[in-house]
């Protein structure tokens, strides 16, 4: 085994990398997307985005393999980085002198081939690759290899994106530390600002910040009343009328805004407690307490602006993703239309073998187009605005069931729609996962047999439960949860050509209608998919 060399500047090209404040981060549904389409693109059971640190790769995204990190020392990567410009490919790591004895070869994940696009910076530094493994050898066409090498700038893209979040934050999150020091510090200086005020609105009593704050002596600010010292507009504005309920006896909590002359306009919060009642129990003055919530404020501001740019920055998010799905959805038609038309001209005059190898290009496009189609959807669902409406389940069955009519005679099955009742929901939606819910079930028959699908509801006090029942393969109780994880797929593609989404966006959809789906399955014994909506009173009773 040949360990790659170092790269020129190297010190430099870590700390690039460190810089991203993307190590040792949690998955994120964006990057996950990108090793899924990378993984589809190659027809490779494995892909991944691997980042170079300087002892250890590690994946930032990962399909198909368990590790977070390896070694650096046995990272195909490490080599790939080294000609930052190409798409370092390895037919058959058996024959090739550098890997024949890597332990990632002899051992799992058992790497038989291997391709890489460097992750390049505008500056030049390659800190990791995107890439897919396969167990067998093989070598990749030129248009893979160039998908490989669009998507690797895709990510070098997402990266920038993340960098600048990254600064903002930690920025944010220094100035919140000192914010957040200075207020426990005046908090155990005591610095409110205290005063007694009379009946004539004179002031009585100050204590040292109250003086402070107006830059006065207390001789001098002891001279003047209440109305004189903020003006008599500002007096009349914003505190006489608090002042005088509370000299009438009620306590009284208030914030505005005070010009003072050493700090400027400062958010305060005053609080007027009547004191010393004469004997017929009225209140000859008010204790004045001026707290200074100007930080706080500040703060609270800031904190405002920082949750419309998170959510800014998602939605940016999401809608990339969106325009990446419609990037790839445009050639991914063309190719779809060529290869249409080489199916009906030209498959009679191929070899056997042609037209196998014919069938699986014309499966890996549906494939992608089913990914595609899965991401638009999944983001779709998440920015839907709810309407809510009337819905006539029975109607919204027998749409999915045209919808899927394609689907339903290529595998011979049969669907059986009951009488279903009225919901108050969102159609579009509720159509969206009886579409996934009955696609599943009949893509999960048993082999040979064909699907047997029956649509049916029951209800429970306020709840209507919309039940999707096959006979197919079943699903292990241990695996109940994971299936409404995102991208989780428990089945080859060759059984399921989605992008794992279609659970999660039922169970989105459920959630959104204050409901919930669930799932009653065993191996070999079917599985009933339960879509629990909540009904009012009045309209209980399922439609006959």
Not at 277 to 290: F, L, M, N
Not at 383 to 388: E, K
């Amino acid at each position: 085994m040949k360990i790659a060399r170092t790269p020129e500047q190297e010190a430099e090209r870590v700390a690039r990398l460190h810089q991203l404040g993307i190590l040792d981060t949690l998955p994120d549904a964006a990057f996950d997307a990108i090793t899924e389409l990378a993984a589809h693109v190659c027809e490779a059971p494995v892909a991944l985005i691997s980042l170079i640190d300087t002892d250890r790769q590690w994946f930032k995204s990962r399909l198909g393999l368990q590790a977070t990190e390896t070694a650096r020392d046995f990272a195909f990567c490490a080599h790939a980085i080294l000609a930052p410009d190409t798409v370092m490919e390895v037919p058959d790591a058996h024959e090739d002198e550098r890997f024949r004895d890597n332990p990632l070869v002899l051992g799992e994940p058992r790497i038989r081939y291997y391709a890489g696009a460097p992750i390049v910076t505008a500056d030049g530094f390659a800190l990791g690759t995107v890439c897919v493994i396969d167990h067998e050898a093989r070598r990749l066409s030129p248009r893979q290899l160039d998908a490989l090498q669009q998507l690797a700038l895709v990510v070098n893209r997402m990266f920038d994106h993340t960098r600048a979040v990254h600064t903002h934050f930690s920025c944010q999150a220094r100035r919140w530390q000192h914010q957040q020091a200075v207020l426990q510090a005046m908090g155990a200086a005591g610095l409110d600002l205290k005063a007694f005020i009379d009946c004539d609105y004179r002031y009585r009593y100050v204590n040292g910040s109250y003086l402070a704050y107006w830059n006065l002596t207390e001789e001098a600010l002891l001279a003047q009343t209440v109305p004189e010292l903020l003006t008599p507009e500002v007096f009349a504005s914003s505190l006489k009328p608090s002042l005088d309920a509370a000299l009438d006896g009620e306590e009284q909590r208030f914030q505005t805004v005070i010009n003072f002359p050493t700090q400027g306009p400062r958010h305060v919060e005053v609080t007027y407690i009547p004191a010393l009642r004469d004997e017929q129990g009225r209140p000859t003055g008010v204790v004045a307490r001026i707290h200074d919530i100007h930080e706080l404020k500040t703060r609270q501001l800031q904190l405002e602006s920082t949750v419309k740019l998170l959510e800014f920055r998602t939605l940016q998010q999401q809608q990339y993703i969106h325009v990446l799905s419609h990037d790839l959805k445009e050639p991914l038609n063309t190719i779809g239309n060529f290869i249409a038309l080489i199916d009906e001209d030209e498959r009679a005059a191929m070899t056997a073998l042609g037209q196998k190898y014919l069938d699986n290009v014309i499966k890996g496009s549906n494939r992608m187009k089913r990914v595609i189609e899965d991401l638009r959807r999944f983001f779709e669902v998440e920015n839907h605005t709810l309407d809510m409406e009337s819905v006539e389940l029975d109607l919204v069955a027998r749409q999915t069931v045209q919808a899927l009519h394609g689907l339903i005679a290529r595998h011979r099955a049969v669907v059986h729609v009951e009488a279903l009742p009225r919901v108050h929901g969102n159609a579009s939606l509720l159509r969206i996962c009886l579409e996934n819910l009955v696609s599943n079930a009949i893509q999960f028959a048993r082999p040979g047999e064909p699907a047997q699908v029956r649509v049916h509801a029951d209800e429970a006090g306020h709840t209507l439960a919309v039940h999707v029942d096959d006979q197919g393969t079943g699903i292990d109780p241990v695996h109940h949860e994971a299936i409404f994880s995102p991208y989780a797929r428990l089945n080859t593609r060759r059984v399921s050509e989605g992008a794992g989404l279609g659970l999660p966006i039922c169970r989105r959809i459920a959630h959104m209608h204050g409901g919930d789906i669930r799932v009653r399955s065993a191996p070999g014994a079917g599985s009933r998919f339960s879509l629990l909506l909540p009904r009012p009173a009045a309209t209980q009773g399922l439609a006959q």
